[in-house]
C-alpha cells in the first residue's frame, strides 16, 4: 500500500523498522570465554562476573547481563561483515531508500578497520569501500536507468565542521565558516563541498584523500586513534532513460565513523589529546541522550541540537531511512566495563524505530513535455470526432478580442430578433454566450436606471426621514407616492423600486466593469459563419491568420478582391496608394531567405559560415589523429607480438640471472624501448583527440546556435516585409512606440484597424452613429 506525501511526492511504508544492531568482537589471544558467551542462534551475548567477595555477606551486586541483538561478529572476516551489515542497505539505496551505517564503540575496539579497514591487504578493505564498489556495479546492472553518484567527506573534531574534501585543488576557499541547515528537504551541511563521480576509480581517490585529512593521536590504547567523527555520504540520482517517465528518485547513505568512548585513567591522555577526549565523550553523551528520547515515546521533544554530531544525524536517527548500527567491543576481561556500556548502547538503539520510504521526486521540464504531447493528442482527437460528425472549421485554441465581439453582437441580435438560434460549437463558446448574456443585462440595468433618475426624483423607503420631509412638503399621495413635475411637461407619479437604493448605481457600474473585464480576458472560437466575416474584415488580417499555411496566403488576393467589391473604401488617405505597389503573394521562402542573407542577415550568415569552417577542420583533425591512433595500436600490437616470439625463445634456451637480475639480448631490450615510446604516443594521441571531440561539441553547439538564430530572424524579417500589412508596420518602426514581439499581431492589428475606422467616421461625419455595421469592417484598410 502507497500514499503520496505533501508535495516531495515521497512514497510512505505502511509498517515501521527496527534499527538493525549488530556487535562486532576485536579477536584477542586473551578472550575472557569464562565472561563472555554467545547465543546458540548467534544472535544474544550474555556477560558474567563473579561477585566482589569484599562487600560482605550482604551483596546485591549484579553479576549477569543478557543483550538480545541482530546478530554477533565473532572471527568474523571484513568479507562477512559487509555482507551481514551494509549489503542490503546499499542495494536498498538504488531503490530510493536512504541508509545509514555506524560504527560506535571504545577506542581502538576496531571501527575504523570496520568502516574503512586497510588499504595493505585488498581482502580486509572495509565497509566504506566495498560499499562504493556495491554502487558502482549496481548501475552498470541497471542500463535502463541514467544514475548519477556524489560524495562529500564530514568532519566533527572538537564541536567544529571541517569539510575533509577541501585540499582538492578545484575545491575554492570559503570564509564562511560550515553550519548545519534544516530544510523541508531534509538536513544539510551548508559549505560542504560535493563531488560528481561518474567511477569507481574517481570514488576510490576521494575517499583516500579523506582519509589522509583526518585528525589521528597515539595513546595507550591506540596508536592511530581518531580523534574526530567523520560522516561520508552517497548521493544517489536515477532518472530513467524514458523520455515519457517523468518520475525519479533520490537517497543517500550516511556511513559514519564514530570516535571511540576513553576512559582518562587508561588512556592517559594529556594536552590537546586530553581536550579532544573531553569533546568525544561529551558529543557521544549527548548521543545517548538522543537515543534514550527517541526510544521513549511519551517523550515529545528529542535533544537533536545538543552538539553538532546529533544535529547532523538527525535524518538517521529515527527518521527516513533502513539504520544498522555496530557494536565494537573488546573480549578482553580488563575492558569489561566499557563492554558493557557499548551493549548497552547498542540495546537502546534497537528500540529505535525508523520509517524507510522511497524519496520520489518529479521532474518538472519532462512533466510539461508530457502533457503537452497529451493535449496535442487530444486536440487530435477532438479533430477526429469532428470530422465523423462534419463539424468543420473547428478548433479549441483560447479566443481572441475579436471572437468575444461577434459573440457579444450574435447575443445582441438574437435578443432583438434577427438572429433565430446561435450555433453551438464547443464549450468555450457556450461559456462565452453566457458571459455575454450578463454583460448585457448589466447594461440594460444602467440604462434603466440612468433614464429613471433622469426623470424622477428617487426615494429609499427604508429612509423614513427622507419620507417625513417629503409628507410636510405635500409631495407624497395618501399611498405614499411620489408626486412631482418631470421636465416641465405636466405631473407624473412614481414609485421608487425597492431595489433602486441611494449607491445602487455605483453597485452596477462595479458589477459592469468587472464583468466586461472578465470577459476580455476570456478566448475562444468563433461560429463558422462568424469566421467568414472576419475573414473578410480585411486583408491584411487573413494574411495574419493564416501566415501558417501557404495556401491561404496564396489565397490573400482574392478575398482582398471580393473585400474591396462589397463597398467602397471611405478613406482618401494617400498612403491607401501605397497598397497597389505592394505584392499580392509573398515570394517563396528559399528565394526570400537568399535575399535575407545578403541584407539584413549578412552578419549572423557570415558567423555561421565561419564557425562551420572552424568546425569542419576541427572534425578533419579528429579523423586525422583517429588513423594515426589506430596506426600506433597496430604497430603497439606488432611489437608485442615480436616481443612474445623473444620471451619465448628466451625460456626455451634458457634463462640467465645475475645478483638476482634477469639478463635479456639487445633485441628484445630494444623491443621493449620500442614499445614503451609507442604507448606514450598512444597515450599523447588519445589525449588530443579527446580535446578534439570537447571542441567539436562546442564548436557544433556554436553552428546550431548560430543556425536557430539566423532562422528566427529570418522569420521575423519574412513576416515584417511580406505578411504584415504595411498600415500595421507604421507603428513598428524604429522611431514608433511600439516594436515587433511587444504586442500579439492579433491585438496589434485590432489597434490599427480601430485608429483608422476612427479616422474613416470623422471623414464621413457619422459621429451620430452610436454602432458601426459588421459589414462595413470589411472595406477598412488594416
Same mark, same amino acid.
Request: charge should be neutral.
Given at each position: 500500500?502507497?500514499?503520496?506525501?505533501?508535495?516531495?511526492?515521497?512514497?510512505?511504508?505502511?509498517?515501521?523498522?527496527?534499527?538493525?544492531?549488530?556487535?562486532?568482537?576485536?579477536?584477542?589471544?586473551?578472550?575472557?570465554?569464562?565472561?563472555?558467551? /554467545?547465543?546458540?542462534?548467534?544472535?544474544?551475548?550474555?556477560?558474567?562476573?563473579?561477585?566482589?567477595?569484599?562487600?560482605?555477606?550482604?551483596?546485591?551486586?549484579?553479576?549477569?547481563?543478557?543483550?538480545?541483538?541482530?546478530?554477533? @561478529?565473532?572471527?568474523?572476516?571484513?568479507?562477512?561483515?559487509?555482507?551481514?551489515?551494509?549489503?542490503?542497505?546499499?542495494?536498498?539505496?538504488?531503490?530510493?531508500?536512504?541508509?545509514?551505517?555506524?560504527?560506535?564503540?571504545?577506542?581502538?575496539?576496531?571501527?575504523?578497520?570496520?568502516?574503512?579497514?586497510?588499504?595493505?591487504?585488498?581482502?580486509?578493505?572495509?565497509?566504506?569501500?566495498? %560499499?562504493?564498489?556495491?554502487?558502482?556495479?549496481?548501475?552498470?546492472?541497471?542500463?535502463?536507468?541514467?544514475?548519477?553518484?556524489?560524495?562529500?567527506?564530514?568532519?566533527?573534531?572538537?564541536?567544529? #565542521?571541517?569539510?575533509?574534501?577541501?585540499?582538492?585543488?578545484?575545491?575554492?576557499?570559503?570564509?564562511? &565558516?560550515?553550519?548545519?541547515?534544516?530544510?523541508?528537504?531534509?538536513?544539510?551541511?551548508?559549505?560542504?563541498?560535493?563531488?560528481?563521480?561518474?567511477?569507481?576509480?574517481? %570514488?576510490?581517490?576521494? @575517499?583516500?584523500?579523506?582519509?589522509?585529512?583526518?585528525?589521528?593521536?597515539?595513546?595507550?590504547?591506540?596508536?592511530?586513534?581518531?580523534?574526530?567523527?567523520?560522516?561520508?555520504?552517497?548521493?544517489?540520482? %536515477?532518472?530513467?532513460?524514458?523520455?515519457?517517465?517523468?518520475?525519479?528518485?533520490?537517497?543517500?547513505?550516511?556511513?559514519?565513523?564514530?570516535?571511540?568512548?576513553?576512559?582518562?585513567?587508561?588512556?592517559?591522555?594529556?594536552?590537546?589529546?586530553?581536550?579532544?577526549?573531553?569533546?568525544?565523550?561529551?558529543?557521544?553523551?549527548?548521543?545517548?541522550?538522543?537515543?534514550?528520547?527517541?526510544?521513549?515515546?511519551?517523550?515529545?521533544?528529542?535533544?537533536?541540537?545538543?552538539?553538532?554530531?546529533?544535529?547532523? #544525524?538527525?535524518?538517521?536517527?529515527?527518521?527516513?531511512?533502513?539504520?544498522?548500527?555496530?557494536?565494537?567491543?573488546?573480549?578482553?576481561?580488563?575492558?569489561?566495563?566499557?563492554?558493557?556500556?557499548?551493549?548497552?548502547?547498542?540495546?537502546?538503539?534497537?528500540?529505535?524505530?525508523?520509517?524507510?520510504?522511497?524519496?520520489?521526486?518529479?521532474?518538472?521540464?519532462?512533466?510539461?513535455?508530457?502533457?503537452?504531447?497529451?493535449?496535442?493528442?487530444?486536440?487530435?482527437?477532438?479533430?477526429?470526432?469532428?470530422? @465523423?460528425?462534419?463539424?468543420?472549421?473547428?478548433?479549441?485554441?483560447?479566443?481572441?478580442?475579436?471572437?468575444?465581439?461577434?459573440?457579444?453582437?450574435?447575443?445582441?441580435?438574437?435578443?432583438?430578433?434577427?438572429?433565430?438560434?446561435?450555433?453551438?460549437?464547443?464549450?468555450?463558446?457556450?461559456?462565452?454566450?453566457?458571459?455575454? /448574456?450578463?454583460?448585457?443585462?448589466?447594461?440594460?440595468?444602467?440604462?434603466?436606471?440612468?433614464?429613471?433618475?433622469?426623470?424622477?426624483?428617487?426615494?429609499?423607503?427604508?429612509?423614513?426621514?427622507?419620507?417625513?420631509?417629503?409628507?410636510?412638503?405635500?409631495?407624497?399621495?395618501?399611498?405614499?407616492?411620489?408626486?412631482?413635475?418631470?421636465?416641465?411637461?405636466?405631473?407624473?407619479?412614481?414609485?421608487? &423600486?425597492?431595489?433602486?437604493?441611494?449607491?445602487?448605481?455605483?453597485?452596477?457600474?462595479?458589477?459592469?466593469?468587472?464583468?466586461?473585464?472578465?470577459?476580455?480576458?476570456?478566448?475562444?472560437?468563433?461560429?463558422?459563419?462568424?469566421?467568414?466575416?472576419?475573414?473578410?474584415?480585411?486583408?491584411?488580417?487573413?494574411?495574419?491568420?493564416?501566415?501558417?499555411?501557404?495556401?491561404?496566403?496564396?489565397?490573400?488576393?482574392?478575398?482582398?478582391?471580393?473585400?474591396?467589391?462589397?463597398?467602397?473604401?471611405?478613406?482618401?488617405? &494617400?498612403?491607401?496608394?501605397?497598397?497597389?505597389?505592394?505584392?499580392?503573394?509573398?515570394?517563396?521562402? &528559399?528565394? %526570400?531567405?537568399?535575399?535575407?542573407?545578403?541584407?539584413?542577415?549578412?552578419?549572423?550568415?557570415?558567423?555561421?559560415?565561419?564557425?562551420?569552417?572552424?568546425?569542419?577542420?576541427?572534425?578533419?583533425?579528429?579523423?586525422?589523429?583517429?588513423?594515426?591512433?589506430?596506426?600506433?595500436?597496430?604497430?603497439?600490437?606488432?611489437?608485442?607480438?615480436?616481443?612474445?616470439?623473444?620471451?619465448? /625463445?628466451?625460456?626455451?634456451?634458457?634463462?640467465?640471472?645475475?645478483?638476482?637480475?634477469?639478463?635479456?639480448?639487445?633485441?628484445?631490450?630494444?623491443?621493449?624501448?620500442?614499445?614503451?615510446?609507442?604507448?606514450?604516443?598512444?597515450?599523447?594521441?588519445?589525449?588530443?583527440?579527446?580535446?578534439?571531440?570537447?571542441?567539436?561539441?562546442?564548436?557544433?553547439?556554436?553552428?546550431?546556435?548560430?543556425?536557430?538564430?539566423?532562422?528566427?530572424?529570418?522569420?521575423?524579417?519574412?513576416?515584417?516585409?511580406?505578411?504584415?500589412?504595411?498600415?500595421?508596420?507604421?507603428?513598428?518602426?524604429?522611431?514608433?512606440?511600439?516594436?515587433?514581439?511587444?504586442?500579439?499581431?492579433?491585438?496589434?492589428?485590432?489597434?490599427?484597424?480601430?485608429?483608422?475606422?476612427?479616422?474613416?467616421?470623422?471623414?464621413?461625419?457619422?459621429?451620430?452613429?452610436?454602432?458601426?455595421?459588421?459589414?462595413?469592417?470589411?472595406?477598412?484598410?488594416?
Amino acid at each position: 500500500m502507497k500514499r503520496h506525501k505533501n508535495k516531495q511526492r515521497i512514497i510512505k511504508m505502511t509498517t515501521r523498522k527496527k534499527v538493525h544492531t549488530y556487535v562486532r568482537v576485536k579477536p584477542t589471544d586473551e578472550f575472557a570465554y569464562e565472561m563472555i558467551t /554467545f547465543g546458540e542462534d548467534n544472535k544474544s551475548i550474555d556477560i558474567h562476573i563473579k561477585k566482589d567477595s569484599r562487600r560482605g555477606i550482604i551483596n546485591n551486586q549484579q553479576t549477569d547481563w543478557s543483550f538480545k541483538l541482530d546478530g554477533v @561478529l565473532h572471527d568474523a572476516s571484513q568479507d562477512c561483515v559487509y555482507d551481514t551489515v551494509a549489503k542490503e542497505v546499499v542495494a536498498q539505496a538504488l531503490d530510493g531508500y536512504n541508509g545509514t551505517i555506524m560504527c560506535y564503540g571504545q577506542t581502538g575496539a576496531g571501527k575504523t578497520y570496520t568502516m574503512t579497514g586497510t588499504t595493505e591487504n585488498y581482502k580486509h578493505r572495509g565497509i566504506l569501500p566495498r %560499499a562504493l564498489q556495491q554502487v558502482f556495479r549496481m548501475i552498470e546492472e541497471r542500463p535502463t536507468h541514467s544514475i548519477t553518484v556524489r560524495v562529500s567527506y564530514l568532519e566533527i573534531c572538537n564541536e567544529a #565542521l571541517f569539510d575533509l574534501l577541501s585540499t582538492l585543488p578545484y575545491v575554492g576557499n570559503s570564509d564562511t &565558516p560550515m553550519s548545519i541547515v534544516e530544510s523541508p528537504q531534509g538536513i544539510f551541511v551548508k559549505g560542504l563541498s560535493v563531488h560528481m563521480t561518474g567511477r569507481e576509480e574517481d %570514488a576510490f581517490s576521494l @575517499l583516500f584523500e579523506g582519509e589522509t585529512n583526518r585528525i589521528i593521536a597515539s595513546h595507550t590504547m591506540n596508536k592511530n586513534s581518531s580523534r574526530s567523527h567523520c560522516i561520508f555520504t552517497i548521493y544517489i540520482e %536515477a532518472h530513467s532513460r524514458s523520455l515519457s517517465d517523468e518520475k525519479y528518485i533520490t537517497s543517500k547513505i550516511n556511513l559514519v565513523d564514530l570516535a571511540g568512548s576513553e576512559r582518562v585513567g587508561k588512556t592517559g591522555s594529556e594536552g590537546q589529546i586530553l581536550k579532544e577526549a573531553t569533546y568525544i565523550n561529551k558529543s557521544l553523551s549527548f548521543l545517548e541522550q538522543a537515543i534514550i528520547a527517541l526510544g521513549d515515546r511519551r517523550r515529545e521533544h528529542v535533544p537533536f541540537r545538543q552538539c553538532k554530531l546529533t544535529h547532523a #544525524l538527525k535524518d538517521s536517527l529515527g527518521g527516513n531511512c533502513n539504520m544498522v548500527i555496530v557494536a565494537n567491543i573488546y573480549g578482553d576481561a580488563t575492558q569489561l566495563d566499557e563492554t558493557l556500556s557499548s551493549l548497552r548502547f547498542a540495546s537502546r538503539m534497537k528500540l529505535i524505530t525508523t520509517e524507510p520510504s522511497i524519496n520520489e521526486k518529479y521532474d518538472a521540464e519532462r512533466m510539461v513535455k508530457n502533457l503537452e504531447k497529451e493535449l496535442i493528442l487530444l486536440k487530435q482527437e477532438l479533430a477526429i470526432h469532428d470530422s @465523423l460528425a462534419n463539424r468543420a472549421m473547428v478548433t479549441y485554441d483560447p479566443m481572441d478580442e475579436i471572437q468575444i465581439a461577434e459573440i457579444n453582437s450574435q447575443v445582441r441580435r438574437y435578443l432583438d430578433g434577427s438572429l433565430d438560434e446561435i450555433d453551438i460549437i464547443n464549450l468555450r463558446q457556450i461559456q462565452e454566450v453566457f458571459n455575454q /448574456f450578463r454583460v448585457i443585462l448589466s447594461q440594460q440595468e444602467e440604462e434603466v436606471e440612468a433614464s429613471l433618475r433622469r426623470k424622477y426624483t428617487l426615494i429609499n423607503k427604508n429612509d423614513f426621514a427622507t419620507i417625513t420631509a417629503v409628507n410636510k412638503a405635500g409631495l407624497v399621495d395618501v399611498e405614499g407616492n411620489t408626486v412631482g413635475e418631470t421636465d416641465g411637461q405636466g405631473f407624473g407619479l412614481g414609485v421608487a &423600486p425597492f431595489s433602486a437604493k441611494p449607491g445602487k448605481k455605483g453597485k452596477f457600474k462595479k458589477t459592469f466593469r468587472d464583468i466586461t473585464g472578465a470577459s476580455t480576458k476570456k478566448e475562444g472560437l468563433l461560429s463558422p459563419a462568424s469566421a467568414k466575416d472576419v475573414d473578410s474584415l480585411s486583408t491584411s488580417r487573413s494574411q495574419l491568420l493564416s501566415s501558417s499555411k501557404e495556401a491561404d496566403v496564396k489565397d490573400a488576393p482574392s478575398h482582398d478582391r471580393e473585400a474591396s467589391s462589397s463597398e467602397p473604401v471611405v478613406s482618401d488617405s &494617400p498612403k491607401e496608394d501605397s497598397h497597389t505597389t505592394r505584392p499580392g503573394t509573398p515570394p517563396p521562402k &528559399p528565394s %526570400a531567405f537568399e535575399e535575407f542573407k545578403n541584407e539584413r542577415g549578412s552578419e549572423i550568415n557570415r558567423i555561421f559560415k565561419q564557425n562551420k569552417t572552424i568546425l569542419n577542420d576541427r572534425r578533419k583533425k579528429a579523423s586525422e589523429t583517429a588513423q594515426r591512433i589506430n596506426s600506433i595500436k597496430k604497430e603497439i600490437d606488432s611489437t608485442k607480438e615480436a616481443l612474445d616470439v623473444q620471451k619465448t /625463445f628466451r625460456e626455451e634456451q634458457g634463462e640467465y640471472e645475475n645478483k638476482g637480475l634477469m639478463i635479456i639480448d639487445e633485441e628484445e631490450f630494444l623491443l621493449i624501448l620500442k614499445l614503451k615510446e609507442l604507448k606514450k604516443q598512444y597515450r599523447g594521441e588519445y589525449q588530443d583527440l579527446r580535446d578534439l571531440k570537447a571542441e567539436i561539441q562546442y564548436c557544433q553547439h556554436l553552428v546550431d546556435q548560430c543556425r536557430q538564430r539566423l532562422l528566427t530572424e529570418f522569420d521575423i524579417w519574412y513576416k515584417e516585409s511580406f505578411l504584415i500589412h504595411e498600415d500595421v508596420q507604421a507603428p513598428l518602426k524604429a522611431k514608433g512606440s511600439i516594436r515587433l514581439g511587444l504586442l500579439p499581431l492579433s491585438k496589434l492589428t485590432s489597434l490599427v484597424r480601430l485608429k483608422m475606422m476612427k479616422i474613416n467616421l470623422a471623414k464621413s461625419k457619422h459621429q451620430s452613429s452610436l454602432t458601426v455595421p459588421t459589414r462595413s469592417l470589411s472595406t477598412m484598410p488594416e
